[in-house]
């Protein structure tokens, strides 16, 4: 099969019939074999059997429903463990992604090698108060990510290799950093498409201004997880040690001046009287926590199950050797 078309939604029953027969049209034209795979998120209204009487009408497509709203990244894993195709396509249901894009998204997959295409809305129909936060967002994910060529990291429309979405876990709401997770799994040939963005035609938007902020808390999370995941140790035991120094030569400081002023008969108030006393003392304890925090994550990440799955792209097995030991 050439391409798996996942599309996750939340009651979105008037765009569903238009979104999948403008996609049928695309593929017939192109002489694709696909499945489009809708992925019920617990909408409310008829969504689901608007996806019923499609899958009825076309064997093509498939339907996956949730009991309760999960999320776009809930959405988006069951998509992927369904998809069957050699290019996974994702786009979001409320036609404001064309799917005229699929064509020149699929080429740059098969015949330019790439592993991930992500969709760059260069010209947006969106309001400024969203607009604005999107480009402020967009510009941190590429410096904390590392990947500078993409402008639009939470553009729904996105093509993939089917090795990519095998190898890496979507969850809690990391769908915007689905590049970045790509990136930590080992593909690294990761382009952008300039794609067309049209005026939402029915309904409203389902994501409001918190999903900017969440969106802050995930990527710093993804970067530490990518960075000290498998050695919290390195981060939480180097801060633990500095803070404990710090504190311990400042509390050495403030008791050979006392030592000091004792010996040469000068007046001084308590050391227990200063507060930088206390102030040293609370870094020595602040020190002492990080250091074993450090130490407790280490131990956890050891016993981990999944502390050596690391991803191998290739394998060559010498048969000789398996021949001998027959």
């Given at each position: 099969?050439d391409?798996?078309?996942?599309i996750?939604?939340?009651?979105?029953e008037e765009?569903?019939p238009?979104?999948?027969?403008?996609?049928?049209?695309?593929m017939?034209?192109?002489?694709?074999?696909?499945?489009?795979i809708?992925?019920?998120?617990?909408s409310?209204d008829?969504?689901?059997?608007?996806?019923?009487?499609l899958?009825?009408e076309?064997?093509?497509?498939?339907g996956?429903?949730?009991?309760?709203?999960?999320?776009?990244?809930?959405?988006?894993y069951?998509?992927?463990k369904?998809?069957?195709g050699?290019?996974?396509?994702?786009?979001?249901a409320?036609?404001?992604?064309?799917p005229?894009?699929?064509p020149?998204l699929f080429?740059?997959?098969?015949?330019d090698?790439?592993?991930?295409?992500s969709?760059?809305?260069?010209?947006?129909y969106?309001?400024?108060?969203k607009?604005?936060?999107?480009k402020?967002?967009n510009?941190?994910?590429?410096?904390?990510?590392?990947?500078?060529?993409?402008?639009?990291?939470?553009c729904?429309?996105?093509?993939?290799?089917r090795?990519?979405?095998?190898n890496?876990?979507?969850y809690?709401?990391?769908h915007?950093y689905?590049?970045?997770?790509a990136k930590?799994?080992?593909f690294n040939?990761?382009?952008?498409?300039?794609?067309?963005?049209q005026?939402?035609k029915?309904?409203?938007?389902?994501?409001?201004?918190?999903?900017f902020f969440?969106?802050?808390l995930?990527?710093?999370?993804l970067?530490?997880?990518s960075?000290f995941?498998?050695?919290?140790?390195h981060v939480?035991?180097f801060?633990?040690?500095i803070?404990?120094?710090?504190?311990?030569i400042?509390?050495?400081?403030i008791?050979?001046?006392?030592?000091?002023?004792?010996?040469?008969g000068?007046?001084?108030r308590?050391?227990?009287?200063s507060?930088?006393?206390?102030i040293?003392?609370?870094m020595?304890m602040?020190g002492t926590?990080?250091f074993?925090?450090g130490f407790?994550?280490?131990?956890i990440?050891r016993?981990?199950?999944?502390r050596?799955d690391?991803?191998?792209?290739?394998?060559?097995r010498?048969?000789?050797n398996?021949?001998?030991?027959?």
């Amino acid at each position: 099969m050439d391409i798996s078309v996942i599309i996750p939604l939340y009651n979105e029953e008037e765009s569903l019939p238009e979104l999948y027969a403008w996609i049928k049209r695309v593929m017939t034209e192109n002489n694709f074999t696909y499945e489009v795979i809708f992925i019920n998120d617990g909408s409310t209204d008829r969504s689901w059997d608007v996806i019923r009487q499609l899958s009825k009408e076309n064997e093509c497509v498939k339907g996956i429903k949730f009991r309760r709203n999960y999320g776009k990244s809930p959405a988006l894993y069951c998509g992927f463990k369904e998809a069957m195709g050699d290019v996974v396509i994702t786009m979001d249901a409320d036609l404001q992604d064309s799917p005229d894009e699929i064509p020149g998204l699929f080429r740059m997959i098969t015949e330019d090698g790439y592993d991930l295409v992500s969709g760059y809305k260069q010209k947006r129909y969106d309001p400024l108060s969203k607009t604005i936060p999107t480009k402020l967002f967009n510009a941190t994910a590429r410096k904390i990510s590392g990947i500078k060529n993409l402008h639009d990291f939470n553009c729904g429309l996105k093509a993939y290799r089917r090795d990519v979405v095998k190898n890496i876990e979507v969850y809690g709401e990391m769908h915007r950093y689905i590049p970045y997770l790509a990136k930590n799994a080992g593909f690294n040939r990761i382009g952008e498409k300039v794609v067309h963005h049209q005026a939402r035609k029915y309904g409203k938007s389902k994501f409001g201004l918190n999903r900017f902020f969440n969106g802050y808390l995930d990527l710093i999370t993804l970067w530490f997880l990518s960075g000290f995941g498998r050695k919290p140790m390195h981060v939480f035991g180097f801060l633990g040690t500095i803070m404990f120094f710090i504190g311990f030569i400042s509390a050495a400081i403030i008791g050979i001046d006392k030592l000091y002023s004792l010996a040469h008969g000068i007046p001084q108030r308590l050391v227990t009287d200063s507060p930088y006393f206390y102030i040293a003392l609370t870094m020595m304890m602040i020190g002492t926590q990080l250091f074993l925090a450090g130490f407790l994550g280490d131990l956890i990440s050891r016993n981990s199950s999944s502390r050596n799955d690391y991803q191998i792209e290739e394998e060559i097995r010498c048969g000789c050797n398996e021949r001998q030991m027959r």
